[in-house]
């Protein structure tokens, strides 16, 4: 079997720059897509379903897009034409977006950004599978997660960029987008075609049959194709009745108990998974062996090695959502000064009491006090006997507006306070995103040197464990400025998880099906995304009694576990 030769430094960073178009991509999307949908009139309710795009396109798009382009060959290669074809997409999909009229035109362009963006991502990972010998897989993905941390910080910085160097404004009126976002969008854009032109041109593909000679003939059940499959029809009809079954009881739960909406999408996922197998097996006794059927078959043959790294993954990005979707709250509320006297929260009890009933308040006004009463409730149940009470910043700055009459002017200021201390704890929040970022950038070099003296699986153990620390350091820290330390915790552990899963996933799965096992195992990245965006919000409402401080604990334990289970996880090379 003939040997990989490796590459230098500069055909490592030529082969993944593109990668920095699409982390430009997500930057600029994770960063202004909630101003943008609020600009063009969204609720605050209907922002989380909006969004909903984001996982649902990664389920289905790049396990289908890993399929083809484990079967491609043309005169651009395997893995490019997908690269070319999301790039195009997702630039189109960046001009278009800011500029939308209407609030269902830009979560049009989301669906198409995001699907853009899996078909870009999941061949490109697969690319580095197919380009390294194993000793450099991890500086491949190394380079990878560079290029992630980096790109992450300029492109959810390239508004505020643009309009302190520029000049550009980051106004507009009403029901438009600022002129800042939409020029940020479009320098997204360029830059996203810009950098997968880049790894299109500089990097030159191997061939299916110089692939063949690398690889040789695998043999395992996973490499199995067409003819060469063993289905075993009767167990696909009973495993896949039972995912109906447990998939419809599950639906029926969810809507029972009224639980958070996002679980509707894993409960209709079992069922839909369900009928998958029933179908595969009525299309395998019709004689059918490519497209759905092969892919349920490699669904169900995944390596021993991946079913434990997608555990690992599962509570590992866990964590990552709870940080993401609850420091700014966890920060603000236990780290800077929002309490005020406890007289003012009854002021504003009474003044809610009062405007919800009067007879003749109309639908917005009451919405907009019926979530202002939410958040009194919420003192009232978990901070009864405190004085001064911490208050939500919605409280704040309701009535520190200079319209609002229920307050005198040395009250109004303290609530201004109040509105400035979350202000700065939401900026320190940003500060401390850059930091784990570019720790995650900076680490990354150092990442394939650990790899080799202690083996890719202890290393990414050590990772998990200092980011677990990190996050619960955050509950410890009570200075704002520390918080720096739990992030360079958090950052070992985000550069660790770019980089070591996808370097030992591609030591373990069948050279040829690169692409279909990189694509699935993006299920174990949105399972726990789906999993903390419902249950989380429950345990902070119940459990933590709203201290949202206690996510990130459970984040960081979350993290741990996931470090202990990745110790046992099998490599097939360990370097």
Known sequence: MKKKPLLSFWQLW??????????????????????????????????????????????????????MSDRTWNKLGRRKPYFLTGAILASLALFILPNSPALWIAAGMLWMLDASINITMEPMRAFVGDMLSDEQRTQGFAMQTFFIGAASIVGSMLPYLITNIAGISNTAPEGIIPPSVRFAFYTGGIIYIGAVLWTIFSTKEYSPEELEAFHGHETDAAAKEGDEMELDTKKYRTTGSIYVVIGLIATFIVNHYDWDKALYILSIAIVVYGLLQLITAQLFVTGQRKGLVEIIYDMNNMPKGMRQLAMVTVFTWFALFA????????????????????????????????????????????????????????????????????????????????????????????????????????????????????????????????????????????????????????????DPKLLIISMIGVGIAWSGLLTFPYAILSSIVPQKKMGVYMGMFNYFVVIPQILAAAILGLLVRTVFHGEAIYALVLGGIAMIIAGVLMYFVKDKKGV
């Open 323 to 478: 940080m993401w979707i609850y420091s700014t709250n966890a920060i603000t509320c236990t780290k800077y000064n929002m309490k005020v006297d406890k007289a003012l929260v009854t002021a504003m009890q009474n003044d809610i009491t009062s405007v919800l009933t009067q007879p003749t308040v109309d639908d917005s006004t009451k919405k907009k006090f019926e979530a202002l009463q939410d958040d009194i409730k919420e003192i009232n149940e978990y901070r009864p006997n405190d004085n001064p009470v911490t208050i939500s910043v919605n409280l704040a700055n309701h009535y520190a507006d200079s319209a609002n009459k229920v307050f005198a002017a040395n009250d109004k200021a303290e609530l201004e306070r109040v509105t400035k201390q979350y202000n700065d704890g939401a900026d320190w929040v940003g500060v401390l995103n850059g930091v784990y970022n570019g720790v995650a950038a900076l680490i990354a070099f150092l990442l394939p040197i650990l790899a080799k003296r202690i083996t890719r699986v202890k290393a990414h153990v050590l990772c998990l464990f200092v980011g677990g620390l990190g996050y619960i350091s955050m509950y410890i820290f009570q």
């Open 14 to 67: 030529n082969m993944s720059f593109g990668y920095i178009g699409i982390q430009f991509g997500f930057a600029l999307q994770n960063s202004n897509l909630s101003r943008i949908f609020e600009t063009l009139g969204a609720k605050q309710d209907q922002i989380p379903a909006l969004w909903i795009a984001a996982p649902l396109s990664g389920l289905i798009i790049q396990p289908i897009i890993g399929y």
